[in-house]
């Protein structure tokens, strides 16, 4: 990714505070003292990762963010200092995923919204959409090792994943109807 | 070889949200100490344990999520290791979300220490399908790693013996440094390194690759330390800047960047080579239910209805245990009467002291109740949603989302609310909030309120009242505004926060938690609370005005003669007025009318205003004994309010509000002066007495003569 390049910056880039909510953009640019900087790659904000925004608070500051997995927060200042662009809706498919995934569970972990499931994971490859390259230029690699694939693929079959998502106490039938619930809104 | 030693030193550190806190009680058990790091704010844990013929001592350093020199928390855990060598880190990792907490793990490997990484949470992250070769784990980065469930108590065995494994077996660690950043940046490393050892002549005491690593991040604080320690530290740190620049020519990117792009790539071949991740976002369920609890138009009522829940409860349920204090308390003070023979000793024990730190501990069920609820909010992850829908608010004032609840506890009781800013995770927001939670007024000032709206404003008595609480919020805010722009312009403030899954708190996290605070708590009412009460108490008795004995004389003659009984209680009050006026705290009164006297107040509430110092309650009942009304007299009684209005007094409805606008700035009282310094230290304890009581009188003067000038007299 190159740091600067104004013509990539004026074609769809903006920042993270303009994409509107159950969307995901991929992070260009961190614009901001290194104190700031820092403290967000700390958390998973790095360039070329994907973010999705989840939800403005009840005031409409601060907002709500998914990167790699996790829930942030940040206050619309804050996200106006991270320059964005590829903006994409919906915001299930990000974060990594390591490993072989169950096509069973692959359906049923999308709640509706995407079908189908980026191929890109068969094979264990193992990157959420959107990472970049990296300064690797492709994989990782572990020293001494050669590129790394992940354990086996093809072992997957149907599964019954149940409501291990769910805590404890509502039971494996209340976790579904209120599943259900859910998808019905 | 060395001898296994007898005491092992073990750092915890780790993630914010790991449940590191959890792991901590695990292992400590009881057996902690809670105070603060030296010369700073942030809460320093420690503890100790006797385990397979060993002594290990524990200390908590400040979770964090890298170890970067930009926040304090990070340098104070990063300097407890660098400079304190501890012999094991037990690094807390969250195992659901390891890409984030590995982050940390990288850092404290390089930095050669080590390192057990204690995977916790792990009932979350089997529930979830997840799979992780643990063996191969270990291997690759080089450290053992044990799973825990801490908020169950599971894994502490497996925890401990690891501890003791790594520190017996010490020569069989291969300690290899495995986090490697790509062919161009390893140049420049390898460079780096070797520059370093050669000016230090191994003299480092740190890995030099960890050393150049911070450098080429351009660590300011590691830049400085080397300054200190390295004679040829200027020649060295011109060519880092050179090799800085380098790397960022040949990537085209900021060092910084590539460091941690370094680190995540690390961690990514190190899970796709050990993970398989979990088929489920474990934050779904936490969407799901967020899109309730922080929906754009349900969210704030229902918030709202949660905070509502939490204080009625800790008033409702904790009436009762609070009745049976009080009854105890009187009971214990009879049996004492009874036992000792009347004078000085029995009064000092039964009213100073029991009576002192009774009207304290009686409000010791409420606040454990208060903190019990704030255990729920933030073990069940509700109090990080508090924070994301309350910051808008918080800012306005120059805080953080995190403070509200704080805030909101002061208009119960001061005290508490101090010790609720342990929540908060900076040691900007930690004091600021400090500073301004006296300004939302508390209870026991609500009496005074009520007294003298209630004489001299009739009608709009509650509208007097409601003032009050305004103008503390808007002192609070102006104050928030003016400290943020001078004071603690240089700290950075983010409120990039995580928002953790909802967990479904338990029993044993709970009370844990619950206790932790209370015994702190408890701790500081038994110490200085009880030499303050009996100080005060002894101020306010002595001298003896001899004239006292005198009229008690009278009153015994004047009982026995069965004289007509308003005669002797007017005797009886004015025998207590005489005896407040003769002693050191009525001495103290007439000393500050000087002081006073432009606000427009007379010796009798310089007098009440210093005992207020002691509980803000108590100034009612002053009033009452210096107003000849006796000191049964409460806000609501008729009496009292008339003789205020005496006009002999000269208390006029200016000077009145004047008083009450006095009264809700000025110090709060000692118990929680000495919260604030327990809490953030004796420097700004001092600053927070200084400026309310300069600002009330300010405030007060404002007030008064500004009143007078119009003609409002």
Known sequence: ???????????????????????????????????????????????????????????????????????????????????????????????????????????????????????????????????????????????????????????????ETGSSNWPRGIGRGGARRLRRWFRRR | METPRKTIRVALAGNPNSGKTSVFNMLTGLHQQVGNWPGVTVERKAGHLEYAGYQIEFVDLPGTYSLT????????????????????????????????????????????????????????????????????????????????????????????????????????????????????????????????????????????????????????????????????????????????????????????????????????????????????????????????????????????GFMWLLFSATFTLGAHPTGWLEIMATFFGDCLRALLPSGFVADLLVEGIIGGVGSVAVFLPSIMILFLGISILEDSGYMARVAFIMDRVMHIFGLHGKSFIPMLMGFGCTVPAIMATRTLESQRDRVLTTLLLPNMSCAARLPVYVLFAGAFFGAHAGNVVMLMYLLGILTALGLGIIFSRTIFRHEAVSFVMELPPYRWPTARGLLGHMWERSWVYIKKMGGLILIASAVLWILGSVPHDPRVDLMEKQIARLEASSAPQEEIDSLIQEKSAVAIEYTVIGRLGKLVVPVIAPLGFDWRMGVSLVTGFVAKEVVVSSMGVLYHVGDEAGEESESLRKALQDPRFGITPLVAFAFMVFVLLYVPCIVAVVAIRREIGARWMWFDIGYQVSLAWVAAFVVYQGGRLLGLE
């Open chain 2, 69 to 304: 020199s930009y926040s304090i928390e990070e340098r104070i855990a990063r300097q407890y290791i660098l400079e304190e060598q501890p012999d094991v880190i037990i690094d807390v990792v969250d195992a659901a979300n390891l890409d984030g907490n590995l982050f940390l793990t990288t850092q404290l490997l390089e930095m050669g220490v080590d390192v057990i990484v204690d995977l916790n949470m792990w009932d979350e992250f089997e529930r979830s399908d997840a799979q992780l070769d643990i063996r191969r784990f270990e291997e690759l980065l080089g450290a053992p790693a044990v799973t825990t469930v801490a908020h169950r108590g599971q894994g502490r065995q497996e925890l401990l013996q690891a501890v003791i494994r790594l520190v017996e077996d010490r020569s069989e660690r291969h300690r290899h440094i495995p986090v490697t950043f790509g062919t161009r940046v390893e140049d420049v490393l390898v460079k780096l390194s070797r520059r370093l050892e050669e000016s230090s002549s191994g003299e480092l005491g740190v890995p030099s690759r960890y050393l150049a690593a911070k450098l080429l991040e351009g660590d300011a604080h590691i830049v400085e330390m080397l300054h200190n320690r390295l004679p040829k530290a200027k020649a060295l740190l011109l060519e880092v800047e050179g090799l800085r620049a380098h790397v960022q020519q040949s990537t085209r990117l900021e060092a910084s960047r590539v460091i941690a792009e370094g680190r995540y790539g690390f961690i990514d071949g190190l899970l796709r080579e050990t993970l398989i991740s979990a088929a489920f976002d474990r934050m779904e369920f936490s969407r799901q239910l967020d899109r309730v609890l922080t929906h754009r138009i349900l969210g704030l009522p229902i918030f709202v």
């Open chain 1, 1 to 159: 990714m190159h740091a600067s390049n104004p013509a990539r910056e004026a074609a769809g880039a903006v920042t993270l505070e303009r994409v509107p909510p159950l969307h995901s953009a991929v992070i260009q640019r961190l614009n901001g003292d290194p104190p700031f900087c820092s403290r967000l790659r700390n958390m998973g904000f790095l360039e070329g990762e994907r973010v999705g925004v989840v939800k403005h608070a009840p005031l409409a500051d601060p907002m709500e963010y998914r990167i790699r997995r996790i829930h942030v927060s940040l206050r619309r200042e804050e996200a106006s200092r991270i320059v964005v662009s590829d903006i994409r809706e919906g915001i299930d498919d990000l974060g990594p995923v390591w490993g072989r995934c169950r096509r069973g569970a692959a359906v049923r972990c999308r709640r509706g919204r995407r079908r189908g499931w980026s191929l890109g994971f068969w094979g264990g490859r193992g990157r959420g959409p959107g990472r970049g390259p990296g300064i690797w230029g492709g994989r990782g690699r572990l020293p001494g090792k050669g590129s790394v694939e992940g354990p086996g693929s093809g072992e997957g079959g149907v599964r």
